[in-house]
């Protein structure tokens, strides 16, 4: 069986550049960011939120598994770490963090290190698959899982429909 590297890199690598852009539940939100500081991009892809949040000032740092999407978000201020994340955060990744993106990667294993890296006032943004509205799946989160692993921060934003959930929160200041 190929490995989550293998099959990212060939999907990276077939993928047109994209962004830089903000995470989708930031578009018309980005008044939610904090003027700057440290961000963490788990799973970042090719790099497009990465490069975007390192445009607007943040010391990135963008981890992935595929060394092919992490050629593609190196970019001034942007910090890239290949890294296994079923292995959690790479141990480097102890924060804080003011910003914290886990977008289309879903791992609930990683939510309480997702917290705990926070910097007091930090702002998470997470979006996952979601069964609600499709139905399960393998990789779907069931209905509420976000705002349940989650519930210990100021939860800003919450929608799960459709197929995907996602989840904007603050930790307290
Ligand atoms: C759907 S893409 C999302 C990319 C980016 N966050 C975005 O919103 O465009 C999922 C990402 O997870 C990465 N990934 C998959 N399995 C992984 C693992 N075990 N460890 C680290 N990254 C992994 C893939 O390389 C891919 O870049």
Avoid: K
Wanted: with cysteine.
């Amino acid at each position: 069986m190929r490995s989550d590297a293998e099959r990212w890199n060939a999907r990276h690598a077939a993928a047109d550049d994209a962004g830089p852009h903000p995470p989708d539940l930031l578009r018309g939100r980005e008044h939610l960011l904090p003027p700057g500081g440290r961000a963490l991009d788990v799973a970042c892809g090719r790099g497009a939120v990465a490069r975007w949040l390192a445009a607007r000032g943040f010391e990135v740092d963008a981890v992935d598994v595929s060394a092919v999407g992490l050629a593609a978000a190196a970019a001034p201020g942007v910090r890239t770490i290949e890294h296994d994340l079923d292995d959690g955060l790479p141990p480097r990744c102890t924060g804080p963090y003011d910003v914290v993106v886990c977008q289309r990667f879903r791992d609930p294993r990683l939510y309480p290190q997702l917290t705990a890296v926070l910097a007091p006032g930090g702002l998470l943004v997470v979006t996952v698959l979601s069964e609600v509205g499709v139905g399960p799946g393998p990789f779907r989160a069931p209905a509420g899982e976000l705002r349940a692993a989650f519930s210990g921060l100021e939860i800003l934003v919450d929608v799960d429909g459709g197929g995907e959930a996602g989840l904007v929160a603050r930790s307290a200041g």
